[in-house]
């Protein structure tokens, strides 16, 4: 069984999910009638909130790659140097879309700048980001807007600059740094919450639905104080058409996502309905690779295809190819081909694990070797203290004494009985008996034999020839 720290998030695949699905919608979408709740007057929700909660989103994945680096500076500066190489490659691949030619604004570099952008965020505490998110949201599109005017008359993208890389990311392009930096930064904060817990998606729901009421209320409402004045630097500061960058558009486009987001995450606490969006959380869990072959059909379709649409199917084999391809390939392969590809480019999730490490060369510090602490001698406490303890007798033992061990007595050795004396048959035997003869035969002691002569020394050995080298 998996434990709750290694589950996925399925809700937050879910939003991704319909961010890119939106994004078909704005990019193919035919919308034949008006009406909200005709099957393609909903086609206005894909206009400029898909690509605001693609960011919104990439901030909460921010936040899931560095969580547990937090309180280690090391491994924080580890996950920081992945989040980089992940924006470069990124950056990359997003021009490599962008030079296939199709009418699409491509959002893979300006994704790379605000990861770039956004890391200096991702200590700092939820309400510290809010906060900061609110700031830009506050400064950010009166900046853009007046010196889009300044330069070219108009706040719409700098047409000769748009797709200047470096300042197409920042200022000129369709996903302005300078503003889109309140998307990633509200992703930021949301990804420090609980999102599992039902309360919290609760209460993104409702809060995300009040702002993006009162975002889009009081655009709408300004907007109907200055008709006539389209086009003008105060028309353009409150418009909420999308893609204005304006604060009443943004505010309304960043409650929009954090709602949707809370929704999802409510849904798929079910079971029933998890299992009915399985398509869909396979197409959000290979976002960057549905989103490429995306760009890649639509360069096959051409531009009239997206300018002058004729019909929506288009759109609607895209949508069925990408569910079915994301389903079959996440239960047979798991992680989709480019995330894959990304994942082996930016290098392991976890840091190499730290360890003294060798001493460098030149280096005049050497390691002090390692003694054993000098055992610490124990003062008893004077008598009369609150520690003194008086010694104890020793208790009388109840076990017998071990029976004496007798000593060891070698064996006594039999007397040597010797010969009796014999005469020699040329002299007489002695008068007396007890007295010896006069005349014996003297006893002959043999002497050992002698030394054997020493061996002659062993001839020296011949010099080892020195070895031969080989060429």
Same mark, same amino acid.
């Given at each position: 069984?998996?434990?709750?720290?290694?589950?996925?998030?399925?809700?937050?695949?879910?939003?991704?999910?319909?961010?890119?699905?939106?994004?078909?919608?704005?990019?193919?979408?035919?919308?034949?009638?008006?009406?909200?709740?005709?099957?393609?007057?909903?086609?206005?929700?894909?206009?400029?909130?898909?690509?605001?909660?693609?960011?919104? @989103?990439?901030?909460?994945?921010?936040?899931?790659?560095?969580?547990?680096?937090?309180?280690?500076?090391?491994?924080?500066?580890?996950?920081?140097?992945?989040?980089?190489?992940?924006?470069?490659?990124?950056?990359?691949?997003?021009?490599?879309?962008?030079?296939?030619?199709?009418?699409?604004?491509?959002?893979?570099?300006?994704?790379?700048? @605000?990861?770039?952008?956004?890391?200096?965020?991702?200590?700092?505490?939820?309400?510290?980001?809010?906060?900061?998110?609110?700031?830009?949201?506050?400064?950010?599109?009166? #900046?853009?807007?007046?010196?889009?005017?300044?330069? /070219?008359?108009?706040?719409?993208?700098?047409?000769?600059?748009?797709?200047?890389?470096?300042?197409?990311?920042?200022?000129?392009?369709?996903?302005?740094?300078?503003?889109?930096?309140?998307?990633? @930064?509200?992703?930021?904060?949301?990804?420090?919450?609980?999102?599992?817990?039902?309360?919290?998606?609760?209460?993104?729901?409702?809060?995300?639905?009040?702002?993006?009421?009162?975002?889009?209320?009081?655009?709408?409402?300004?907007?109907?104080?200055?008709?006539?004045?389209?086009?003008?630097?105060?028309?353009?500061?409150?418009? #909420?058409?999308?893609?204005?960058?304006?604060?009443?558009?943004?505010?309304?486009?960043?409650?929009?996502?954090?709602?949707?987001?809370?929704?999802?995450?409510?849904?798929?606490?079910?079971?029933?309905?998890?299992?009915?969006?399985?398509?869909?959380?396979?197409?959000?869990?290979?976002?960057?690779?549905?989103?490429?072959?995306?760009?890649?059909?639509?360069?096959?379709?051409?531009?009239?295809?997206?300018?002058?649409?004729?019909?929506?199917?288009?759109? #609607?084999?895209?949508?069925?190819?990408? @569910?079915?391809?994301?389903?079959?390939?996440?239960?047979?392969?798991?992680?989709?081909?480019?995330?894959?590809?990304?994942?082996?480019?930016?290098?392991?999730?976890?840091?190499?694990?730290?360890?003294?490490?060798?001493?460098?060369?030149?280096?005049?510090?050497?390691?002090?070797?390692?003694?054993?602490?000098?055992?610490?001698?124990?003062?008893?406490?004077?008598?009369?203290?609150?520690?003194?303890?008086?010694?104890?007798?020793?208790?009388?033992?109840?076990?017998?004494?071990?029976?004496?061990?007798?000593?060891?007595?070698?064996?006594?050795?039999?007397?040597?009985? /010797?010969?009796?004396?014999?005469?020699?048959?040329?002299?007489?035997?002695?008068?007396?008996?007890?007295?010896?003869?006069?005349?014996?035969?003297?006893?002959? /002691?043999?002497?050992?034999?002698?030394?054997?002569?020493?061996?002659?020394?062993?001839?020296?050995?011949?010099?080892?020839?020195?070895?031969? /080298?080989?060429?």
């Amino acid at each position: 069984m998996q434990t709750r720290a290694r589950t996925r998030i399925v809700g937050v695949d879910t939003a991704r999910g319909l961010a890119v699905l939106g994004m078909f919608v704005a990019h193919l979408g035919m919308e034949r009638h008006s009406e909200i709740w005709t099957t393609t007057g909903w086609f206005f929700l894909g206009d400029g909130r898909p690509s605001a909660l693609f960011a919104m @989103l990439a901030g909460i994945g921010l936040v899931f790659m560095t969580r547990r680096a937090q309180d280690d500076p090391a491994r924080f500066a580890f996950q920081r140097g992945r989040i980089l190489r992940r924006a470069l490659i990124l950056y990359l691949l997003g021009y490599g879309l962008v030079f296939l030619g199709t009418p699409v604004a491509v959002i893979l570099p300006a994704y790379a700048v @605000l990861f770039v952008v956004a890391v200096p965020f991702l200590r700092m505490s939820a309400m510290a980001v809010l906060g900061c998110a609110g700031i830009v949201l506050a400064i950010g599109p009166q #900046i853009l807007v007046l010196t889009r005017h300044a330069f /070219h008359g108009e706040a719409g993208p700098v047409h000769e600059l748009a797709l200047l890389p470096g300042l197409a990311e920042v200022w000129s392009g369709y996903y302005p740094a300078i503003t889109w930096l309140a998307y990633i @930064l509200v992703g930021v904060a949301v990804g420090k919450t609980d999102l599992r817990s039902p309360r919290v998606a609760t209460a993104l729901l409702g809060i995300g639905s009040v702002v993006a009421a009162l975002g889009y209320g009081a655009g709408a409402f300004a907007e109907g104080a200055l008709v006539g004045r389209e086009g003008t630097i105060a028309f353009d500061l409150i418009t #909420i058409e999308p893609h204005a960058n304006s604060t009443p558009e943004m505010l309304g486009n960043a409650g929009f996502a954090v709602a949707l987001l809370g929704l999802c995450l409510l849904a798929m606490s079910l079971a029933p309905l998890r299992v009915i969006a399985t398509p869909l959380n396979a197409v959000g869990a290979m976002s960057l690779t549905i989103y490429s072959l995306h760009i890649v059909y639509i360069a096959i379709l051409g531009a009239d295809a997206v300018w002058y649409p004729v019909s929506n199917w288009p759109l #609607i084999w895209l949508v069925l190819a990408s @569910l079915a391809f994301a389903l079959i390939w996440q239960k047979t392969l798991g992680q989709g081909p480019v995330e894959r590809l990304l994942a082996r480019l930016i290098g392991s999730r976890r840091p190499p694990a730290s360890g003294p490490g060798p001493t460098p060369p030149g280096s005049h510090h050497q390691a002090s070797p390692q003694y054993p602490a000098p055992a610490q001698h124990h003062v008893p406490p004077p008598p009369g203290s609150a520690q003194y303890q008086a010694p104890q007798r020793p208790r009388a033992s109840t076990t017998p004494p071990p029976a004496p061990v007798p000593h060891y007595q070698p064996p006594q050795a039999a007397p040597v009985q /010797h010969p009796p004396h014999q005469q020699h048959p040329y002299y007489p035997a002695s008068p007396d008996p007890q007295t010896p003869a006069t005349h014996q035969v003297p006893v002959q /002691h043999q002497s050992p034999p002698p030394d054997p002569p020493p061996a002659p020394p062993y001839p020296p050995a011949a010099p080892t020839p020195p070895p031969r /080298h080989r060429a």
